[in-house]
């Protein structure tokens, strides 16, 4: 049984954690623009000279704050769900690795603190490998966003971003990409699992070029720790989304969970429930720096039928009934 100070401890790590995946950097940025009209104003302009000066971080694998990742916050954060990483095989660190995170979710608690925080032990599990989550430009971007999570090796989920990342001569890298994405949110409904991953082929592409293998990774239980509205296909709160997220690059869900003091109410802080993060078997891909649409194909098949098969390996021991199946979108 935990104690009240653990629980507490627990609680609060997971707040702090949401208000700033939330709020951080729109908060930073008004108080930012308000400063420029008061006698502070030049905290303004010495943060913008650093912007300027420390733009192209994001393109090159971010920064890395190591007492920050090692932080006993995330092991409480970790263990208020709980949130458990699994290892199948091993993955030696003398190649590069494109792993493939599912679902999204609303927050991706799951792959955030198994990929760019000690909260699981992930390098314990994975000796010598170095991860790189990669997360929309918008986030790093931001005042109080960027610093955030540029300090746990986050970059940008774009070609430059993880081309430099994989391009290093020292081998062991591995980056993290939600494949879902904004659009996945949307589909984040408690006991649902369905994927957008039918037509993302940028992935298969990333991998080829560079030579790294696919290794595809499932969280059970990510799309059960909110409570989510899902609008019909065809309605018009769904069109405002879909077209919110194609001028922004994010999707405005409609979601709650408990209250910061209580279980029993609403509020933006998780429901408890345990995530569980498989990590699959690697797919050997070869190097070719100019991939035809065959070979693109040809693994993204590949790579769609073994992350079916992980998690029909695993549905069961996660607490999914075996009539539970994925669904591609």
């Not at 790590?13 to 950097?25: E, H, I, K, P």
């Not at 030049?42 to 912007?51: I, N, Q």
């Not at 007492?67 to 290892?87: A, E, G, M, R």
Request: charged residues 15%.
């Amino acid at each position: 049984m935990k104690t009240l100070k653990k629980q507490w401890l627990e609680v609060l790590s997971t707040c702090q954690f949401v208000l700033c995946f939330l709020f951080l950097g729109p908060f930073f940025s008004l108080v930012g623009f308000f400063l420029l009209f008061t006698s502070l104003w030049y905290f303004s302009v010495l943060y913008l000279v650093w912007l300027f000066l420390d733009w192209d971080t994001p393109q090159q694998g971010g920064r890395r704050n190591q007492w920050l990742k090692n932080c006993t916050v995330w092991k409480h954060l970790s263990d208020y769900f709980p949130i458990k990483l699994v290892k199948t095989v091993e993955l030696p660190p003398d190649r590069n690795y494109v792993l493939l995170s599912h679902p999204h979710g609303i927050m991706s608690f799951g792959t955030f603190c198994n990929f760019s925080t000690e909260g699981t032990g992930c390098s314990q599990l994975f000796p010598g490998l170095r991860f790189s989550l990669a997360a929309l430009n918008c986030l790093l971007y931001m005042p109080g966003h960027r610093e955030y999570f540029m300090s746990f090796g986050i970059c940008s989920v774009n070609r430059q971003s993880l081309d430099y990342v994989l391009s290093q001569p020292q081998l062991g890298r591995a980056v993290v990409i939600v494949v879902g994405g904004a659009n996945e949110a949307l589909h984040a409904v408690p006991g649902e699992h369905c994927l957008t991953l039918r037509n993302r082929k940028g992935f298969v592409r990333l991998a080829l070029r560079h030579g790294a293998s696919l290794v595809p990774t499932y969280s059970f239980g990510e799309n059960d720790v909110f409570r989510v509205k899902a609008f019909a296909p065809d309605s018009w709160q769904r069109l405002f989304q879909v077209t919110i997220k194609r001028l922004l690059s994010f999707s405005p869900c409609i979601f709650w969970g408990r209250g910061l003091f209580s279980a029993k109410s609403w509020g933006l802080m998780p429901l408890a429930r345990p995530i569980t993060t498989v990590v699959g078997r690697p797919i050997p891909v070869p190097q070719c720096p100019q991939p035809t649409e065959e070979q693109v194909d040809h693994y993204h098949r590949l790579y769609m039928k073994a992350l079916e098969q992980l998690f029909e390996e695993h549905k069961e021991s996660c607490g999914l009934p075996a009539s539970t199946h994925l669904t591609f979108i």
